[in-house]
Antibody
């Protein structure tokens, strides 16, 4: 079964740091791009960051650029998000998501997400 | 990286069709065919429904279809069913390895 399990969330004070992890199983992790997407309470989805299978493509939302760093360890089938200088507006449920590739069209797997975890909650508050 | 614009709500009766719009700019929706749609039921993770403007992943009913004209993409749900009631989000590639979501549309089946 294809599965993504996020961990590392919690309550943290403004200005502090937190590192999220995403453990992947059931698929060849190093074949796919991976993303972090967050959803503030009662709000919509916000793409946070993405990374291609080999790290050759990395992107960040303007709202987190310079504060968050995405990384992956293909040997451990894991994706990470290092979050520094946290703000109240970073409070959200953080999802890890796997890139989707249509092998027939040959398009990149970076643009879509077909498997999502259940998310880990980050609360930034004093 | 401004969020794509979606109507906050849409509705239709069972069996009817409903279309949800997603308006971006010439730097995202208008410039790339990398538009996707996600369905999210309350308390659940999103599900990919449409990718590359109008393609359906395996297992998604053909009642769901997508299109694009200029800077606006659309999702049409035909033959509405009770289980289609959910939040729907569009997404587009915005260049420079960035993705952007729409604000979401709550679809109500009357």
């Amino acid at each position: 079964e294809v599965q993504l399990v996020e961990s590392g969330g919690g309550l943290v004070q403004p200005g502090r740091s937190l590192r999220l992890s995403c453990a992947a199983s059931g698929f060849t992790f190093d074949d796919y791009a991976m993303h972090w997407v967050r959803q503030a309470p009662g709000k919509g989805l916000e793409w946070v960051s993405g990374m291609s299978w080999n790290g050759g493509r990395i992107g960040y939302a303007d709202s987190v650029k310079g504060r968050f760093t995405i990384s992956r360890d293909n040997a451990k089938n894991s994706l990470y998000l290092q979050m520094n200088s946290l703000r109240a507006e970073d409070t959200a449920l953080y999802y890890c998501a796997k890139g989707y590739a249509d092998s027939g069209s040959g398009s990149s797997d970076y643009y879509y997400m077909d498997v999502w975890g259940k998310g880990t909650t980050v609360t930034v508050s004093s | 990286q401004s969020a794509l614009t979606q109507p906050p709500s849409a509705s239709g009766s069972p069996g009817q069709s409903v279309t949800i719009s997603c308006t971006g700019t010439s730097r995202d929706v208008g410039d790339y065919n990398y538009v996707s749609w996600y369905q999210q039921h309350p308390g659940k993770a999103p599900k990919l429904m449409i990718y590359e403007v109008n393609k359906r992943p395996s297992g998604v009913p053909d009642r769901f279809s997508g299109s694009k004209s200029g800077n606006t993409a659309s999702l049409t749900v035909s033959g509405l069913q009770a289980e289609d009631e959910a939040d729907y989000y569009c997404s587009s590639y915005a260049g420079s390895n960035n993705l952007v979501f729409g604000g979401g549309t709550k679809l109500t089946v009357l």
